[in-house]
């Protein structure tokens, strides 16, 4: 069952949260830097969770880690990485947390030798879903096949954020995501 047909079923509150991001945010490409590393630190946090539990509290995310600003993030500290694991608003895992500040600090070298993270992402494309993941273990930490591909999927380098059949599907064509180059959809 896809995402799309997911958000169907649900009711209430729980569909709302869900709706708001399928059909406005998941696939849709980001070119800001700083909202990709956002979306990394959610997909990351996302493992051995919900999805739901993520969407609950990614304004808290946000907060947490100084909007995304990358720059901010990589500067870090032991005392700001206490109040992180502190922080009930987020996801409080040692792992999740380091590799938010390490991935940061990773972000800001990859600026320095594509100009952005998004160049960065561009100059890989097309690749596969597993060549992917080869190229993120190098560069990032937390970072298994699943985070990568939701990652991906979720800011239009790979293909199948949303079914077809999903009327969100015609609006991110008109995006042009990375995925569609090269393609025959």
């Known amino acids: 069952m896809s995402y799309c047909d997911v958000v169907e079923t649900l009711t209430g509150d729980r ?7 399928h059909d406005l945010h998941y696939g849709f490409p980001i070119h800001d830097d700083n909202e990709l590393f956002g979306r990394l630190v959610l997909e990351i946090n996302q ?5 739901e539990t993520i969407l ?10 100084s909007q995304f600003n990358i720059k901010k993030v990589a500067t870090y500290t032991a005392a700001d990485r206490k109040r992180l694991l502190k922080d009930a608003g987020i996801i409080r895992n040692r792992l999740k947390v380091n590799a938010a500040i390490e991935n940061a600090k990773a ?5 320095k030798e594509f100009g952005s993270f998004e160049k960065w992402l561009e100059s890989h494309h097309p690749k596969s879903k597993g060549e992917w993941v080869e190229i993120f273990k190098t560069k990032f930490k937390f ?25 969100i599907f015609k609006k991110i064509l008109k995006t ?8 025959d959809v």
Not at 143 to 167: D, Q
Request: with cysteine; charged share 20%.
């Open 15 to 21: 569909k709302a949260l869900h709706k708001i991001y």
């Open 47 to 51: 493992a051995g969770l919900s999805w």
């Open 56 to 65: 609950k509290k990614q304004k808290a995310f946000r907060k947490a880690y």
């Open 107 to 111: 972000i800001l070298q990859l600026q």
């Open 143 to 167: 970072t298994g096949g699943e985070i990568v591909n939701e990652f991906l999927m979720s800011t239009g380098y790979l293909p199948n954020a949303h079914s077809k059949k999903c009327p």
């Open 176 to 183: 042009k995501p990375m995925w569609l180059k090269g393609s």
